[in-house]
Every structure is written in structure tokens, then in C-alpha cells.
């Protein structure tokens, strides 16, 4: 299992940049693809990127794609979001997690651990 703690959420105005951070503590961050997603409130929870154990695979949502990039330092045990362009439809709670498997996948059920979430607030 791998403990997992979310940082870097604010509040911000619409075409700012923020980054997010998850720091992981526990077994195997390096061996584990990791992933982002947001819920809004009403909402359900949705994807946002995901990358492999190596860094060599990428996916993004949609709604995402060109604005937010995805990135992890093994050596730090840390996974990032570089969200740039933000728009008020960003605005959610922002969940870091961890997969069971080594290459990046967009299937909630694919990840077996969770972070606290950190808030993100994007005002027009």
C-alpha cells in the first residue's frame, strides 16, 4: 500500500497556471503507473492523466489535452500536475492515486489507492 498526500490546490483566475503535487510514501511508488482525477460538486469523479511506473506512457481526458501535463520523479517519490489555461470547468477536488498495474490506464477501478484530495477553483 502507498500512502498518498496532495498538494499545490488554490484558488485562481480563469488562464492561470497551477501545479499539483502528490507525495508518496510506502511500498513501490516507482513500480505502480500513477493517475489524477477531479470531482465537482454534483458531479461524479473523472479522469484527468495518468502516466506509466516509467514515465513512458501518458494518457490525458479530453477535456484536459494541450493544457495539463502529467509527471512523476521516482527519485523524490513524487507525481505532478502542470495545469496551465485553467478555465472555471476545472474546478474541482483534485484526487492523486495509485495504480495496481505498471502502464498508465484511465479505469478508476485500476487504481487501489487514494490521496485526500486538494481543492482547485478557477473563478471567470
Known amino acids: 500500500q502507498v500512502q498518498l498526500v496532495e498538494s499545490g490546490g488554490g484558488s485562481v483566475q480563469a488562464g492561470d497556471s497551477l501545479r499539483l503535487s502528490c507525495a508518496a510514501s510506502g511500498h513501490a511508488f516507482s513500480s505502480r503507473a500513477m493517475g489524477w482525477f477531479r470531482q465537482a460538486p454534483g458531479n461524479e469523479r473523472e479522469f484527468v492523466s495518468a502516466?506509466?511506473?516509467?514515465?513512458?506512457?501518458?494518457l490525458y481526458a479530453d477535456s484536459v489535452k494541450g493544457r495539463f501535463t502529467i509527471s512523476r520523479d521516482n527519485a523524490k517519490n513524487t507525481l505532478y500536475l502542470q495545469m496551465n489555461s485553467l478555465k472555471p470547468e476545472d474546478t474541482a477536488v483534485y484526487y492523486c492515486?495509485?495504480?495496481?498495474?505498471?502502464?498508465?490506464?484511465?479505469?478508476?477501478?485500476?487504481?487501489?489507492?487514494w490521496g485526500q484530495g486538494t481543492q482547485v477553483t478557477v473563478s471567470s
Open positions: 492515486a495509485a495504480s495496481a498495474y505498471y502502464s498508465e490506464s484511465s479505469v478508476q477501478q485500476d487504481f487501489s489507492d
Open positions: 502516466i506509466a511506473y516509467s514515465s513512458k506512457g501518458t
